[in-house]
Nanobody, 120 residues
Framework: QVQLVESGGGLVQPGGSLRLSCTASGSIFDIGTMDWYRQAPGKQRDFVARITRVGFTNYADSVKGRFTISRDNAKNTVYLQMNSLKPEDTAVYYC??????????????WGQGTQVTVSS
């Protein structure tokens, strides 16, 4: 079965940097669009960044210029480089991927989430 495993979350000071990773594994034929979302306590889950199979990207206004999404198709991995972090960036960050299996069409999958805390 397909799984998404995230890593890289942690505690950082304001102005610091952090790099999140999310790797897909299982019976995978191809991976389409990959996204990052985040959810703070008591808040809805919000879009952060998106990257297509061929590298087109899109960002939420709140992170544009500070965050960079990228991917390594050979490793089935998407990254989120986060710079100039602010306390408002504190949230659980979730990876999302549209994945085609070896015997089925594209389906949507979510990672388990990783905690990012920005505090002095």
């Amino acid at each position: 079965q397909v799984q998404l495993v995230e890593s890289g979350g942690g505690l950082v000071q304001p102005g610091g940097s952090l790099r999140l990773s999310c790797t897909a594994s299982g019976s995978i034929f191809d991976i389409g669009t990959m996204d990052w979302y985040r959810q703070a306590p008591g808040k809805q889950r919000d879009f952060v960044a998106r990257i297509t199979r061929v590298g087109f990207t899109n960002y939420a206004d709140s992170v544009k210029g500070r965050f960079t999404i990228s991917r390594d198709n050979a490793k089935n991995t998407v990254y989120l480089q986060m710079n100039s972090l602010k306390p408002e960036d504190t949230a659980v960050y979730y990876c999302n991927a549209n994945i085609r299996g070896t015997s089925y069409g594209f389906r949507d999958y979510w990672g388990q989430g990783t905690q990012v805390t920005v505090s002095s």
